[in-house]
């Protein structure tokens, strides 16, 4: 069983559309869980980052963590063309440096 | 906005020969990091450095890489003999100290390697 499963899609909605990603996990000992949007050749670029079960919200963007179906997603509100991007699930244990990322999800969002 | 650079951003090698990454992290982080993209595979972490040496490695990163801060601004991956299997885009990434918000590994646009 891999570690960190993540849907590669690609999802194609449309603007303005609420988009859900989930990755789901395998590792009890992930604490820290992180979503991240890369851009066609560009790098990871951080969106969200949460500790624990729950949800956090910052504008368009909620990521709800829960740790016991070791489930993660990431909604995106009001859908916009330069949401476009790969999306990128990535978790740590508490005390461990590297990231454990899923394999991405292409989202397009149609205008 | 400060940001990681990567240099350089494209590089071809022959099987065989030693590559020497290079990047410049952000300029008050204190841990660094490298990861590799193969080709439609996830992002997957090779090491963390912190105070001039390993923190954590995976079980990626084994003798044939090293790494090295030269200088006060560098941060290098260094890959002995390339194997055609190291043919990835490689992301350097740093953050600035451990705990909370403050945990975040800001990435750079990656070097990609092509190893023929």
């Known amino acids: 069983q891999k570690e960190v499963e993540q849907d590669p899609g690609p999802l194609s909605v449309p603007e303005g559309a609420i988009v859900s990603l989930n990755c789901t996990y395998s590792n009890s000992a992930f604490q820290y869980f992180m979503w991240y949007r890369q851009y066609s050749r560009k790098g990871p670029e951080l969106l969200m980052y949460?500790?624990?079960?729950g949800n956090k919200e910052d504008g368009r963007f909620t990521a709800q963590v829960d740790k016991s179906s070791k489930y993660i997603s990431l909604f995106i509100r009001d859908s916009q063309p330069s949401d476009s991007a790969t999306y990128l699930c990535?978790?740590?244990?508490?005390?461990?440096?590297?990231?454990?990322f899923g394999k991405g999800t292409h989202l397009i969002i149609q205008p | 906005e400060p940001e990681v650079t990567q240099t350089p951003s494209h590089q071809v090698t022959q099987m065989g020969q030693e590559v020497i990454l290079r990047c410049v992290p952000i300029?008050?982080?204190?841990?660094f990091y490298w990861y590799r993209q193969i080709l439609g595979q996830k992002v997957e972490f090779l090491v963390s450095f912190y105070n001039n040496e390993i923190s954590e490695k995976s079980e990626i990163f084994d003798d044939q890489f090293s790494v090295e801060r030269p200088d006060g601004s560098n941060f290098t991956l260094k890959i002995r003999s390339t194997k055609l299997e190291d043919s990835a885009m490689y992301f350097c990434a740093s953050r600035s100290r451990s705990g909370g918000a403050t945990d975040t590994q800001y990435f750079g646009p990656g070097t990609r390697l092509t190893v023929l």
């Open positions: 990535a978790m740590k244990p508490g005390g461990a440096d590297g990231l454990t």
């Open positions: 300029s008050n982080h204190l841990y």
């Open positions: 949460t500790y624990s079960s």
